[in-house]
């Protein structure tokens, strides 16, 4: 089955189990795609159908007896969610296993990054809470977010940088930048 939604509006007990599949807006940047036409894809893509649906009936008993090597980066949810991909693609042999692996690690590499970027927010609102101000210095949030004492990835990422200064804290301040970047949340010079 497949659910969509915006944002993230899908219930978490269907996100821990599902594939995620995230969609973008396409930027200025990207080229424009051909429009799509269900007619035309379904007339196009109707012969590959029924070779899948063939090669399903033919080789359902095998799928299902089937106990693929499943990742260890993926928790439990997830690899029962994959568990049928990996059986399928162990049987189709060839490359399929390890492009089946790639996908469920960048899938859920994603998930995670997403996860990040919610804590993250949450903890840049804190900080302009916890500090009573309407504008911070990229130093001052990354000090901020550095030193919250908690298990929070910040100090990891950027605690070395911050206490160096100088152009290590503009690397920080940049790698600040690229994680709010998808959010179109971007730095501005201010004067203070």
Same mark, same amino acid.
């Given at each position: ?104 690690? @960048?899938?859920? !590499?994603?998930?995670? =990054?997403?996860?990040?970027?919610? /804590? &993250? $927010? %949450? *903890?840049?609102?804190? @900080?302009?809470? !916890?500090?009573?101000? =309407?504008?911070?210095?990229?130093? /001052? &949030? $990354? %000090? *901020? ?16 940088? &911050? ?19 998808? &959010? ?9």
């Amino acid at each position: 089955k497949a659910f969509a939604g915006i944002g993230d509006k899908l219930p978490d007990t269907i996100i821990d189990r599902s594939i995620p599949i995230t969609l973008r807006r396409r930027g200025p940047t990207d080229r424009r795609p051909e429009r799509f036409r269900q007619r035309e894809a379904l007339a196009e893509l109707q012969p590959l159908a029924d070779q899948v649906r063939a090669w399903g009936i033919s080789h359902s008993k095998t799928i299902g007896e089937r106990r693929p090597k499943l990742p260890e980066n993926l928790s439990d949810r997830q690899q029962d969610a994959w568990e049928p991909l990996f059986a399928i693609a162990e049987l189709a042999g060839g490359g399929w296993p390890d492009r089946v692996e790639r996908a469920a690690s @960048a899938l859920h !590499e994603a998930e995670e =990054d997403q996860d990040f970027t919610m /804590q &993250l $927010l %949450e *903890h840049i609102r804190d @900080a302009f809470d !916890e500090l009573l101000a =309407d504008r911070l210095t990229s130093a /001052q &949030l $990354l %000090e *901020h977010l550095v030193n919250r004492g908690d298990a929070s990835p910040w100090a990891h990422w950027w605690a070395v940088d &911050l206490e160096k200064g100088g152009s290590h804290l503009l690397s920080a301040s940049q790698g600040l930048a690229r994680k709010l970047h998808p &959010l179109s949340i971007k730095p501005k010079q201010i004067r203070v």
